[in-house]
């Protein structure tokens, strides 16, 4: 009886031990992120697609003492940190820096992530200054595909019209404001219609051509760090006005 009384009081010591070592660890697929910072699956969803490499433009062209692929990226990463700390979701079109992925895939990812839109970032190389947003304007085709529909059209018009706001009142002082304009005025737009990526999406999608990196003070302002962290400012101010 005393071996009895003595092996149940060391199993239940072992259960009381093993409950406490329990309570100290943590699952292993738990976020770090403070409660705050963590998004729920009811927040809305914004696709972040850092411009190139592609099939038709790796762009590593050096402008000024840097390229476009390497600044989108940058600033694709802030603009990323941004809208999760205001209970955004962002998906990215690329893990990497240099990782190509065809325009047709950056928008079959909005699409599977049914993304509120899908912001397009790149830079552009002309004798003109400042940013400027685009959206599809008419619909175009491409391999065969038309699109994007009547509705997606219409909502990306308000996605740009809204973030046009945000940028505009975040980057007044910094950057000349291009307006908004359409697809169709783009090299490729006028050929195809609309973007292929624009085609391809059944989200509301906006490319932002967020400086004329062939203007050297556009790509002094945006190859700091000063100048990448306003510029996400900028954007995220304007999808949230889209979103919420």
């Not at 595909?145 to 009547?150: F, N, R």
């Not at 908004?180 to 490729?188: E, F, I, Q």
Request: glycine letters at 6%; a positive charge.
């Amino acid at each position: 009886m005393k071996k009895f009384f003595l092996i149940t009081f060391l199993c239940l010591s072992l259960n009381v031990c093993q409950a406490h070592s329990d309570k100290n660890i943590q699952p292993s697929n738990q976020s770090n992120q403070s409660p705050q910072a963590q998004s729920s699956a009811s927040d809305p969803i914004v696709c972040i697609d850092p411009g190139h490499p592609s099939e038709t433009s790796a762009g590593n062209v050096v402008q000024n003492g840097t390229t476009e692929v390497h600044i989108v990226w940058l600033v694709a990463l802030k603009l990323r940190a941004l809208l999760e700390v205001k209970g955004i979701r962002a998906v990215m079109t690329k893990n990497r820096e240099d990782q190509l992925v065809k325009n047709k895939d950056r928008a079959v990812t909005a699409n599977n992530a049914n993304a509120a839109v899908m912001v397009r970032l790149h830079c552009d190389a002309s004798t003109d200054s400042g940013f400027a947003l685009y959206y599809p304007d008419r619909q175009g085709t491409v391999n065969g595909v038309t699109g994007p529909s009547e509705d997606v059209i219409e909502r990306s018009r308000k996605a740009a019209e809204a973030i046009h706001q945000g940028m505009r009142e975040v980057l007044k002082d910094a950057l000349k404001d291009g307006g908004v304009r359409g697809d169709s005025k783009t090299l490729v737009g006028s050929r195809q219609g609309a973007l292929t990526g624009s085609i391809y999406s059944r989200v509301p999608a906006v490319t932002i051509e967020m400086v004329v990196l062939s203007n050297n003070a556009d790509a002094e302002f945006i190859k700091s760090t000063r100048g990448q962290q306003q510029m996400a400012q900028a954007i995220a101010t304007g999808i949230e006005r889209f979103v919420k």
